[in-house]
Protein backbone atom coordinates (compact mmCIF):
# COMPACT_ATOMS: atom_id res chain seq x y z
CA UNK A 1 0.00 0.00 0.00
CA UNK A 2 1.23 3.79 -0.78
CA UNK A 3 0.70 6.07 1.66
CA UNK A 4 1.19 9.69 0.79
CA UNK A 5 3.84 9.57 4.23
CA UNK A 6 5.94 7.53 2.04
CA UNK A 7 6.64 9.28 -1.10
CA UNK A 8 7.83 6.57 -3.98
CA UNK A 9 10.52 7.63 -4.39
CA UNK A 10 11.82 7.60 -1.11
CA UNK A 11 10.20 3.93 -0.87
CA UNK A 12 11.69 0.20 -0.53
CA UNK A 13 13.80 -1.45 -3.18
CA UNK A 14 10.59 -4.25 -4.20
CA UNK A 15 13.51 -7.20 -3.48
CA UNK A 16 14.26 -5.74 0.21
CA UNK A 17 10.93 -6.46 1.82
CA UNK A 18 12.23 -10.40 2.41
CA UNK A 19 16.26 -9.42 3.05
CA UNK A 20 17.54 -10.94 6.01
CA UNK A 21 20.31 -7.94 6.11
CA UNK A 22 17.31 -6.09 7.79
CA UNK A 23 16.63 -8.47 10.79
CA UNK A 24 18.29 -6.95 13.74
CA UNK A 25 16.26 -3.05 11.87
CA UNK A 26 13.14 -4.53 12.10
CA UNK A 27 13.70 -5.84 15.64
CA UNK A 28 14.83 -3.04 16.57
CA UNK A 29 11.97 -0.39 16.20
CA UNK A 30 13.80 2.45 17.81
CA UNK A 31 16.79 4.87 17.29
CA UNK A 32 18.54 8.00 18.28
CA UNK A 33 19.14 10.59 15.27
CA UNK A 34 21.31 12.98 16.37
CA UNK A 35 21.83 16.32 14.18
CA UNK A 36 25.28 18.08 15.08
CA UNK A 37 27.25 20.70 13.51
CA UNK A 38 28.66 23.92 12.99
CA UNK A 39 24.54 25.21 12.72
CA UNK A 40 24.47 24.86 16.82
CA UNK A 41 26.61 27.95 17.32
CA UNK A 42 24.42 30.70 15.74
CA UNK A 43 21.01 28.41 17.03
CA UNK A 44 19.28 29.69 15.26
CA UNK A 45 20.01 33.56 15.44
CA UNK A 46 22.31 35.21 12.34
CA UNK A 47 23.61 38.83 12.98
CA UNK A 48 21.58 39.90 15.53
CA UNK A 49 18.69 38.46 13.67
CA UNK A 50 16.29 35.49 14.31
CA UNK A 51 16.13 32.85 11.36
CA UNK A 52 12.87 31.32 11.15
CA UNK A 53 12.67 27.41 10.58
CA UNK A 54 14.72 24.38 11.05
CA UNK A 55 18.12 25.47 12.59
CA UNK A 56 20.39 23.15 10.36
CA UNK A 57 18.86 25.34 7.33
CA UNK A 58 20.36 28.62 8.54
CA UNK A 59 22.90 28.95 6.51
CA UNK A 60 20.26 28.57 3.56
CA UNK A 61 17.40 31.04 4.99
CA UNK A 62 19.90 33.72 5.68
CA UNK A 63 21.93 33.07 2.15
CA UNK A 64 24.84 33.16 4.64
CA UNK A 65 27.67 33.07 2.28
CA UNK A 66 30.59 30.36 2.41
CA UNK A 67 33.02 33.32 3.50
CA UNK A 68 30.92 34.18 6.02
CA UNK A 69 29.46 31.03 7.32
CA UNK A 70 32.96 28.68 7.26
CA UNK A 71 34.51 30.87 9.74
CA UNK A 72 32.34 29.36 12.47
CA UNK A 73 34.44 25.85 12.27
CA UNK A 74 37.46 27.98 14.00
CA UNK A 75 34.84 28.77 17.07
CA UNK A 76 33.43 25.30 17.25
CA UNK A 77 34.94 23.35 20.16
CA UNK A 78 32.46 21.23 21.80
CA UNK A 79 34.88 20.35 24.66
CA UNK A 80 31.64 18.51 26.61
CA UNK A 81 31.17 16.56 24.18
CA UNK A 82 31.19 12.27 25.76
CA UNK A 83 30.58 9.60 23.38
CA UNK A 84 30.31 7.30 26.03
CA UNK A 85 27.48 9.19 27.77
CA UNK A 86 25.71 9.97 24.60
CA UNK A 87 25.49 6.19 23.99
CA UNK A 88 24.58 5.41 27.34
CA UNK A 89 21.49 7.81 26.68
CA UNK A 90 20.70 5.99 23.91
CA UNK A 91 20.65 2.90 25.66
CA UNK A 92 18.71 4.08 28.77
CA UNK A 93 16.03 5.64 26.28
CA UNK A 94 15.54 1.79 25.06
CA UNK A 95 17.10 2.68 21.36
CA UNK A 96 18.86 0.07 19.21
CA UNK A 97 20.67 2.15 17.22
CA UNK A 98 21.92 5.82 16.62
CA UNK A 99 22.73 8.15 13.35
CA UNK A 100 24.46 10.80 13.47
CA UNK A 101 25.48 13.52 11.08
CA UNK A 102 28.30 12.93 8.86
CA UNK A 103 28.04 15.84 6.80
CA UNK A 104 24.72 17.94 6.42
CA UNK A 105 23.15 20.18 4.07
CA UNK A 106 25.85 23.09 5.06
CA UNK A 107 28.99 20.67 4.10
CA UNK A 108 30.80 20.46 6.76
CA UNK A 109 32.18 17.46 7.74
CA UNK A 110 31.75 15.86 11.55
CA UNK A 111 34.32 13.34 10.61
CA UNK A 112 38.37 13.46 9.37
CA UNK A 113 37.67 13.68 5.76
CA UNK A 114 41.10 13.67 3.63
CA UNK A 115 38.77 15.09 0.71
CA UNK A 116 38.32 18.69 2.04
CA UNK A 117 39.92 20.64 5.31
CA UNK A 118 36.46 21.48 5.85
CA UNK A 119 36.51 18.77 8.80
CA UNK A 120 35.84 18.91 12.36
CA UNK A 121 40.02 17.28 12.65
CA UNK A 122 41.43 19.92 10.68
CA UNK A 123 39.36 23.48 10.70
CA UNK A 124 38.10 23.62 14.45
CA UNK A 125 39.85 24.06 17.68
CA UNK A 126 38.51 21.05 19.17
CA UNK A 127 40.65 18.79 16.46
CA UNK A 128 38.95 15.50 17.47
CA UNK A 129 36.98 13.11 15.84
CA UNK A 130 33.29 12.49 17.48
CA UNK A 131 32.54 9.71 15.02
CA UNK A 132 35.94 7.73 15.58
CA UNK A 133 34.85 7.92 19.55
CA UNK A 134 30.98 7.38 18.57
CA UNK A 135 32.10 4.17 16.91
CA UNK A 136 34.40 2.75 19.80
CA UNK A 137 31.58 3.56 22.24
CA UNK A 138 28.67 2.06 20.12
CA UNK A 139 30.98 -1.29 20.09
CA UNK A 140 31.72 -1.19 23.54
CA UNK A 141 27.97 -0.68 24.45
CA UNK A 142 26.25 -2.72 22.19
CA UNK A 143 24.52 -0.09 19.64
CA UNK A 144 24.39 -0.24 16.34
CA UNK A 145 25.66 2.84 14.37
CA UNK A 146 24.81 4.92 11.23
CA UNK A 147 25.87 8.08 9.30
CA UNK A 148 23.67 10.61 8.07
CA UNK A 149 25.01 12.04 4.66
CA UNK A 150 23.88 14.71 2.82
CA UNK A 151 24.64 13.47 -1.02
CA UNK A 152 22.92 15.95 -3.27
CA UNK A 153 22.80 19.00 -1.21
CA UNK A 154 26.15 20.64 -0.21
CA UNK A 155 26.05 24.13 -0.01
CA UNK A 156 29.77 24.93 0.69
CA UNK A 157 31.18 22.47 -2.23
CA UNK A 158 30.66 24.84 -5.49
CA UNK A 159 29.23 21.40 -7.27
CA UNK A 160 26.96 20.21 -4.40
CA UNK A 161 22.95 21.32 -4.76
CA UNK A 162 21.46 24.15 -3.43
CA UNK A 163 24.07 27.02 -3.05
CA UNK A 164 22.24 29.63 -5.44
CA UNK A 165 24.26 32.54 -3.66
CA UNK A 166 27.31 31.90 -4.04
CA UNK A 167 27.46 29.81 -7.17
CA UNK A 168 26.33 29.62 -10.58
CA UNK A 169 24.08 26.96 -11.12
CA UNK A 170 24.45 26.44 -14.40
CA UNK A 171 27.98 26.41 -13.75
CA UNK A 172 27.98 23.29 -11.27
CA UNK A 173 29.35 19.99 -12.48
CA UNK A 174 26.91 18.12 -9.92
CA UNK A 175 28.13 14.85 -11.79
CA UNK A 176 31.86 15.70 -11.19
CA UNK A 177 30.70 16.19 -7.53
CA UNK A 178 29.46 13.01 -7.04
CA UNK A 179 32.21 11.34 -8.56
CA UNK A 180 35.35 13.19 -6.96
CA UNK A 181 33.71 14.15 -3.92
CA UNK A 182 30.44 11.83 -2.32
CA UNK A 183 32.06 8.60 -3.33
CA UNK A 184 35.42 9.08 -2.14
CA UNK A 185 33.92 10.22 1.08
CA UNK A 186 31.30 7.23 1.42
CA UNK A 187 34.16 5.58 1.00
CA UNK A 188 36.07 7.09 4.11
CA UNK A 189 32.69 6.59 6.40
CA UNK A 190 32.97 3.17 4.99
CA UNK A 191 36.08 2.04 5.82
CA UNK A 192 37.28 4.15 8.50
CA UNK A 193 34.88 3.35 11.54
CA UNK A 194 34.69 -0.27 11.42
CA UNK A 195 31.09 -2.08 10.76
CA UNK A 196 28.77 0.50 9.93
CA UNK A 197 24.80 -0.23 10.35
CA UNK A 198 23.22 2.50 8.27
CA UNK A 199 23.88 5.40 5.49
CA UNK A 200 21.55 7.30 5.60
CA UNK A 201 21.03 9.66 2.84
CA UNK A 202 18.88 12.58 2.81
CA UNK A 203 17.25 14.90 -0.16
CA UNK A 204 18.02 13.05 -3.01
CA UNK A 205 16.81 15.68 -5.37
CA UNK A 206 17.59 15.80 -8.96
CA UNK A 207 19.80 12.27 -8.20
CA UNK A 208 19.96 10.30 -11.11
CA UNK A 209 19.06 6.57 -10.89
CA UNK A 210 22.69 5.69 -12.25
CA UNK A 211 24.28 7.81 -9.29
CA UNK A 212 21.98 6.18 -6.74
CA UNK A 213 22.67 3.12 -7.85
CA UNK A 214 26.34 4.09 -8.12
CA UNK A 215 25.99 4.85 -4.34
CA UNK A 216 24.22 1.72 -3.59
CA UNK A 217 26.93 -0.53 -5.24
CA UNK A 218 29.89 1.46 -3.26
CA UNK A 219 28.24 1.09 -0.30
CA UNK A 220 27.18 -3.22 -0.83
CA UNK A 221 31.36 -3.22 -2.12
CA UNK A 222 32.71 -1.90 1.20
CA UNK A 223 30.29 -2.94 3.73
CA UNK A 224 27.77 -5.54 2.28
CA UNK A 225 25.48 -5.41 5.78
CA UNK A 226 25.45 -1.74 5.58
CA UNK A 227 21.65 -0.62 5.40
CA UNK A 228 21.07 2.25 2.61
CA UNK A 229 18.21 4.62 4.01
CA UNK A 230 15.51 4.97 0.70
CA UNK A 231 16.71 8.89 1.08
CA UNK A 232 19.27 7.28 -1.36
CA UNK A 233 16.59 8.05 -4.06
CA UNK A 234 15.33 6.74 -6.97
CA UNK A 235 13.39 3.71 -5.05
CA UNK A 236 16.63 2.16 -4.32
CA UNK A 237 16.97 1.69 -0.79
CA UNK A 238 16.78 -1.15 1.48
CA UNK A 239 14.34 0.37 3.69
CA UNK A 240 11.46 3.18 2.78
CA UNK A 241 11.82 6.65 4.48
CA UNK A 242 8.44 8.19 5.63
CA UNK A 243 8.53 12.25 4.95
CA UNK A 244 10.28 14.26 8.45
CA UNK A 245 8.04 13.59 11.21
CA UNK A 246 5.00 11.88 8.82
CA UNK A 247 3.19 9.18 10.23
CA UNK A 248 1.53 7.28 7.64
CA UNK A 249 -2.62 6.73 8.41
CA UNK A 250 -2.33 3.06 8.33
CA UNK A 251 0.09 0.20 8.86
CA UNK A 252 2.81 -0.06 6.00
CA UNK A 253 3.40 -3.30 4.12
CA UNK A 254 7.10 -2.06 3.82
CA UNK A 255 10.35 -1.97 6.16
CA UNK A 256 9.86 1.89 6.78
CA UNK A 257 10.92 4.28 9.43
CA UNK A 258 9.47 8.19 10.64
CA UNK A 259 12.69 10.84 11.51
CA UNK A 260 11.29 13.17 14.06
CA UNK A 261 11.94 15.79 16.12
CA UNK A 262 11.21 16.14 19.95
CA UNK A 263 10.55 20.12 19.37
CA UNK A 264 10.67 21.32 15.44
CA UNK A 265 14.61 21.35 15.01
CA UNK A 266 16.91 19.06 14.09
CA UNK A 267 19.83 21.25 14.52
CA UNK A 268 20.22 22.83 18.14
CA UNK A 269 18.21 26.00 17.81
CA UNK A 270 18.26 28.23 21.56
CA UNK A 271 14.09 29.37 21.21
CA UNK A 272 12.66 26.03 20.24
CA UNK A 273 10.84 25.48 23.29
CA UNK A 274 8.46 23.29 21.77
CA UNK A 275 8.80 20.02 23.26
CA UNK A 276 6.37 17.56 22.35
CA UNK A 277 5.69 15.76 25.93
CA UNK A 278 6.66 12.05 27.01
CA UNK A 279 2.64 10.76 26.95
CA UNK A 280 2.89 12.10 23.37
CA UNK A 281 6.51 10.71 22.51
CA UNK A 282 5.48 7.52 23.45
CA UNK A 283 2.54 7.14 21.71
CA UNK A 284 4.13 7.90 18.39
CA UNK A 285 6.61 5.45 19.26
CA UNK A 286 3.82 2.98 19.10
CA UNK A 287 1.67 4.23 16.89
CA UNK A 288 4.20 3.78 14.67
CA UNK A 289 5.27 0.41 15.50
CA UNK A 290 1.60 -0.71 15.41
CA UNK A 291 2.15 0.29 11.76
CA UNK A 292 5.45 -1.23 11.14
CA UNK A 293 7.54 1.26 11.13
CA UNK A 294 10.65 2.67 12.42
CA UNK A 295 10.93 5.22 14.75
CA UNK A 296 14.09 7.42 14.69
CA UNK A 297 14.12 10.58 17.48
CA UNK A 298 16.12 13.36 17.11
CA UNK A 299 18.41 15.39 19.26
CA UNK A 300 20.12 18.82 18.57
CA UNK A 301 23.23 18.96 20.62
CA UNK A 302 24.46 22.08 21.45
CA UNK A 303 27.61 23.79 20.41
CA UNK A 304 29.33 22.46 23.64
CA UNK A 305 28.37 19.02 22.97
CA UNK A 306 25.81 18.87 25.56
CA UNK A 307 22.20 16.87 24.50
CA UNK A 308 19.70 19.28 25.74
CA UNK A 309 17.98 18.56 29.26
CA UNK A 310 14.44 19.16 27.96
CA UNK A 311 15.85 16.08 25.57
CA UNK A 312 17.57 13.99 27.88
CA UNK A 313 14.37 13.95 30.40
CA UNK A 314 12.14 12.83 27.62
CA UNK A 315 14.48 9.79 26.56
CA UNK A 316 14.82 8.70 29.79
CA UNK A 317 10.79 8.74 29.98
CA UNK A 318 10.27 6.72 27.05
CA UNK A 319 13.12 4.46 28.21
CA UNK A 320 11.50 3.74 31.79
CA UNK A 321 7.95 3.20 30.10
CA UNK A 322 10.13 0.64 27.44
CA UNK A 323 11.29 -1.14 30.60
CA UNK A 324 8.00 -2.69 31.71
CA UNK A 325 6.36 -2.45 28.18
CA UNK A 326 9.64 -3.60 25.55
CA UNK A 327 7.90 -6.99 24.88
CA UNK A 328 4.83 -5.43 22.81
CA UNK A 329 7.20 -3.25 20.65
CA UNK A 330 10.50 -4.94 20.14
CA UNK A 331 10.63 -7.22 17.28
CA UNK A 332 6.67 -7.25 16.93
CA UNK A 333 4.51 -6.27 13.93
CA UNK A 334 1.31 -4.76 13.31
CA UNK A 335 -1.41 -6.55 14.75
CA UNK A 336 -4.77 -6.98 14.01
CA UNK A 337 -6.68 -3.85 15.27
CA UNK A 338 -5.76 -0.70 13.38
CA UNK A 339 -8.02 2.47 12.95
CA UNK A 340 -8.87 3.09 16.78
CA UNK A 341 -7.85 6.40 17.99
CA UNK A 342 -7.59 5.11 22.17
CA UNK A 343 -6.13 1.90 20.65
CA UNK A 344 -3.03 -0.09 18.76
CA UNK A 345 -2.23 -2.94 18.67
CA UNK A 346 1.13 -4.41 18.25
CA UNK A 347 1.60 -8.40 17.31
CA UNK A 348 3.88 -11.89 17.48
CA UNK A 349 3.30 -15.16 17.08
CA UNK A 350 0.19 -16.58 19.58
CA UNK A 351 0.33 -12.84 20.99
CA UNK A 352 -1.77 -9.88 20.27
CA UNK A 353 -0.16 -6.24 22.10
CA UNK A 354 -3.35 -4.11 22.63
CA UNK A 355 -2.16 -0.74 23.68
CA UNK A 356 -4.53 1.24 25.01
CA UNK A 357 -4.27 4.82 25.07
CA UNK A 358 -7.47 6.20 26.59
CA UNK A 359 -8.42 3.88 29.44
CA UNK A 360 -12.28 3.02 29.23
CA UNK A 361 -14.10 4.35 32.54
CA UNK A 362 -15.05 1.52 34.33
CA UNK A 363 -12.17 -0.28 32.39
CA UNK A 364 -14.00 -2.83 30.22
CA UNK A 365 -12.28 -2.79 27.17
CA UNK A 366 -14.40 -3.64 24.17
CA UNK A 367 -13.07 -4.43 20.90
CA UNK A 368 -14.17 -6.24 17.78
CA UNK A 369 -11.09 -8.62 17.82
CA UNK A 370 -8.95 -11.62 17.70
CA UNK A 371 -10.25 -14.88 19.86
CA UNK A 372 -7.93 -14.74 22.59
CA UNK A 373 -7.78 -17.44 25.05
CA UNK A 374 -6.48 -15.48 28.07
CA UNK A 375 -5.46 -11.54 28.92
CA UNK A 376 -3.03 -9.92 31.33
CA UNK A 377 -1.27 -6.75 31.94
CA UNK A 378 2.01 -6.87 30.65
CA UNK A 379 3.33 -4.91 33.92
CA UNK A 380 2.30 -7.56 36.14
CA UNK A 381 4.60 -10.26 36.59
CA UNK A 382 2.56 -12.57 37.65
CA UNK A 383 0.31 -12.49 35.24
CA UNK A 384 -3.01 -12.64 37.16
CA UNK A 385 -5.65 -13.36 34.05
CA UNK A 386 -7.21 -10.55 33.25
CA UNK A 387 -11.26 -11.72 33.09
CA UNK A 388 -12.15 -12.42 29.36
CA UNK A 389 -15.46 -13.21 27.34
CA UNK A 390 -16.29 -13.56 23.76
CA UNK A 391 -19.41 -12.36 22.74
CA UNK A 392 -20.82 -12.05 18.47
CA UNK A 393 -17.84 -11.17 17.10
CA UNK A 394 -16.44 -8.88 19.78
CA UNK A 395 -13.71 -9.62 22.88
CA UNK A 396 -14.75 -8.12 26.40
CA UNK A 397 -12.00 -7.84 28.87
CA UNK A 398 -12.09 -6.60 32.32
CA UNK A 399 -9.89 -4.55 33.45
CA UNK A 400 -8.82 -2.58 36.18
CA UNK A 401 -11.32 0.35 36.76
CA UNK A 402 -8.39 3.12 36.89
CA UNK A 403 -5.78 3.26 33.97
CA UNK A 404 -2.81 0.77 35.46
CA UNK A 405 -0.52 3.18 33.35
CA UNK A 406 -1.73 6.54 32.62
CA UNK A 407 0.34 7.19 29.64
CA UNK A 408 -0.82 3.33 27.77
CA UNK A 409 -1.53 0.50 29.44
CA UNK A 410 -0.32 -2.95 27.23
CA UNK A 411 -2.91 -5.97 27.65
CA UNK A 412 -1.40 -9.17 26.05
CA UNK A 413 -4.28 -11.42 24.32
CA UNK A 414 -3.00 -14.80 24.16
CA UNK A 415 -4.16 -16.72 21.23
CA UNK A 416 -4.45 -20.60 20.31
O1 LIG B 1 18.13 16.57 8.29
C1 LIG B 1 16.83 17.01 8.56
C2 LIG B 1 16.45 18.16 7.69
O2 LIG B 1 17.42 19.19 7.67
C3 LIG B 1 16.36 17.51 6.36
N1 LIG B 1 15.80 16.20 6.66
C4 LIG B 1 15.81 16.00 8.08
C5 LIG B 1 16.08 14.57 8.45
C6 LIG B 1 15.61 18.27 5.39
N2 LIG B 1 16.09 18.59 4.23
N3 LIG B 1 15.21 19.24 3.56
N4 LIG B 1 14.15 19.35 4.26
C7 LIG B 1 14.33 18.74 5.43
C8 LIG B 1 13.00 20.05 3.81
C9 LIG B 1 13.19 21.42 4.28
C10 LIG B 1 12.31 22.36 4.02
C11 LIG B 1 12.44 23.63 4.65
FE1 LIG B 1 12.63 25.39 3.91
C12 LIG B 1 13.64 24.20 5.11
C13 LIG B 1 11.37 24.40 5.06
C14 LIG B 1 11.90 25.50 5.74
C15 LIG B 1 13.31 25.38 5.77
C16 LIG B 1 13.69 25.69 2.18
C17 LIG B 1 13.52 26.85 2.86
C18 LIG B 1 12.48 25.17 1.86
C19 LIG B 1 11.52 26.07 2.31
C20 LIG B 1 12.20 27.11 2.94
Redesign the pocket.
Known amino acids: MQDEAIRKERGQRANARQDPRLDWWREAKFGM?I?WGLYAIPAGEWNGQKIP??G??IM??ARIPVAEYEPLAKQFNPVKFNAAEWVSLAKKAGQKYLVI?SK??DGFCMYKSDLTDYNIVDATPFGRDPLKELAVECQKQGLKLGF?YSQT?DWHHPDGDGNDWDYDEAQKDFAGYIENYVKPQVRELLTNYGPIAIIWF??PKGITVEQSQALLDLCRELQPDCLVCGRLGNTLGDYASAG?NKIPQMAVEADWET?ATINDT??FKTDDHNWKSPPELIHKLVDIVSKGGNYLLNVGPTAEGIIPQPSVERLLAIGDWLKVNGEAVYGTKPGPIQGLAWCRSTARPGKVYLHIFDWPQGGEIKLSGPQATGAYLLSDASRTPLPIKSQSGKVIIKGPSEAPDAINTVIVLTLD
Open positions: FHGIEWYRTHHYQDTDPWG
